[in-house]
């Protein structure tokens, strides 16, 4: 196990801690091998283990490493319950894009995906969603550990925002459909940019900012 991945691991999961978007018991995070078809896995109460990608578990294990499989410019995930993505899951529907740092990251408004149904994530993924609900849970993705973050602490105010707004009742005003497509092609730009890194054996670089 690579000393740098583990170190790597260790801070994604104190940040998102420290944010309030990990520790829950049936929470996990985990970080991508570079060049390898394998995660470096950590859930809480456990040990940090490696995933193959090509023989996966049950469970929390095969949830990342289909995720993984499915979108290669993914780097990170973070799979857990958070407030305001619980309080979403009772209105059942996706965010809708409602600011641009949201379209620009988060991207397609998906999900939700009951728990299990694997064809419904795979089309979930496929639209290039960085953050979607899946069985009460949020599944966060990013193409950098600093990008799980920031994507999981985006999709937590934008959930919070549409909830309350969704709560009085009024209707709830999105971006306009060729301002959203705009930031959609920009993150499809970049998630195409972190996979051929990926490929090559590195982490993508320039990805971290708003």
Partial sequence: MSAALEASLEE???????KGLFGRGSDSVSLRVPGARSALCFSEGTEPRMLDFDDPADGVAALHTF??????????????????????????????????????????????????DRASLGEALATGTNALLIGGKRLGLGATPNRVVLNADL???CAKAFVL?????????????????????????????AAAAYASGRVPDGMDGY
Avoid: C, M, N
Wanted: no cysteine; hydrophobic share 40%.
């Fill in 67 to 116: 995720a993984y499989s499915a979108r290669p410019d993914v780097g990170g995930i973070v799979l857990g319950v958070t407030p305001w993505s619980s309080a979403l899951e009772a209105l059942g529907v996706p965010v809708p894009s409602l600011f641009d740092e949201q379209a620009r990251h988060i991207g397609r408004p998906a999900g939700p995906v009951q728990e299990g």
């Fill in 165 to 193: 707004a969704a709560s009085t009742g009024e209707p709830v005003r999105a971006l306009p459909g060729w301002a959203s497509e705009l930031w959609y092609e920009r993150l499809r730009k970049d998630q195409l940019r």
């Fill in 155 to 157: 999709f937590e105010k």
């Fill in 12 to 18: 994604l999961e104190r940040r998102l801690r420290a």
